[in-house]
């Protein structure tokens, strides 16, 4: 216990002086000496196996312990969407908040809180609308957590789970969007303006300040060119319940390690996708910079070599640089949502407490 307590502590002070040496070239000696210390003292997953319990996952085991005792053997959507946001929030994703990584404003701690509080307000979508839906998560969210750690999530997860039981995600997505109308724009609005999200800018038509006067869907065409959550919400779900759900489960077929599936999930998605969260902050040959490293660590056959563990660190380090304005948010809300409709329509099975 010593000893894994003393690689925590170690890694987290690591994990500080890489963010002091972004930018410089004491960085780049300090990312080569990082990733030399992960492969002398441990296997590839020191950061996630080495110390699981102070790592704080248990959240994750508890979920996925509720969903083995449940007597209904259909899961409930629930403890998936809780699960969904779990997973997501605690893989060590490059550029985002982790069990071992934080930002000056936000810690892994408020995504645990967060997806507890949202899951059984989304559980209640069939019932409730999508725009409704939408309003209570956010408010509970601000109210408790008290910043914006989950509005991106709950936007993608509502539709799923305002589909009846009786029907899939591709039946029935695309007949909850279409039945948006312009209350749920006006209780969108709202929820956005809670969080105060950042990133959004100024449109001449429809601007989040505005009233809204249109049907959702028509409003999510309008800046679906520059927000791939509207994109999403205009285009079916194109992303997410083929291209994305094609990528999971290939990365359930590639590895054992839920880890690695997510993590796998996320740079594919980064890859193919420009993340829209860093092409609003830093414009969009920043969001392509990202997708370019991101492929290069897949290339480099990301996690059996040693080449791709360090293009993986490089990207991380790369992310975090100026002060965290290249976090691949939308990415990582994407991952949690093809989760949660991987496990919806039984695409993917749920991972057993022993494989986290």
């Avoid at 210390?37 to 994750?60: C, E, G, W």
């Amino acid at each position: 216990m010593k000893r894994k307590v003393f690689q925590a502590v170690l890694y987290r002070a690591l994990n500080i002086m890489h963010q002091i040496a972004n930018g410089t070239l004491v960085g780049v000696l300090f990312t080569l000496g990082y990733v030399t210390f992960i492969q002398r003292r441990s296997s590839r997953h020191l950061m996630i196996n080495t110390y699981p319990d102070l790592l704080k996952f248990k959240a994750v085991k508890d979920c996925l312990q509720q969903l083995e005792v449940q007597k209904n053997p259909e899961p409930q959507l629930e403890p998936l969407v809780q699960l969904a946001c779990l997973l997501e929030a605690t893989a060590f994703k490059p550029g985002n908040v982790h069990p071992a990584a934080y930002f000056h404003d936000c810690c892994y701690d408020e995504f645990v809180t967060s997806a507890s509080l949202i899951a059984p307000v989304l559980s209640e979508a069939n019932k409730n609308g999508v725009g409704q839906t939408i309003l209570n998560a956010v408010q509970l969210t601000h109210h408790k957590v008290q910043k914006n750690t989950n509005l991106g999530i709950i936007m993608l997860m509502a539709p799923i789970c305002a589909v009846p039981e009786n029907k899939t995600l591709s039946e029935g997505v695309p007949e909850i969007l279409n039945d948006l109308t312009v209350d749920d724009s006006r209780l969108l609005y709202e929820a956005i303006q809670i969080t105060n999200a950042g990133g959004l800018g100024k449109v001449t038509e429809q601007d989040i300040q505005q009233k809204p006067d249109r049907p959702l869907p028509e409003i999510m065409k309008l800046a679906a060119d520059h927000d791939r959550i509207a994109s999403e919400y205009s285009t079916g779900y194109k992303i997410i319940l083929n291209r994305g759900i094609e990528i999971l489960k290939q990365s359930v077929q590639l590895y054992e390690d839920w880890h690695e599936v997510i993590l796998n999930l996320h740079l594919t998605l980064m890859s193919e996708f420009p993340d829209t969260l860093i092409s609003r902050k830093c414009g969009d040959s920043v969001a392509k910079q990202s997708g370019i490293l991101a492929r290069e660590v897949l290339e480099a056959r990301w996690p059996e070599t040693d080449s791709g563990k360090l293009k993986l660190t490089r990207l991380d380090h790369w992310l975090r640089a100026d002060g965290h304005r290249r976090n691949p948010g939308t990415t990582a809300d994407f991952v949690a949502a093809i989760l949660l409709a991987g496990f919806r329509d039984k695409l993917i099975p749920v991972p057993k407490r022993t494989s986290i």
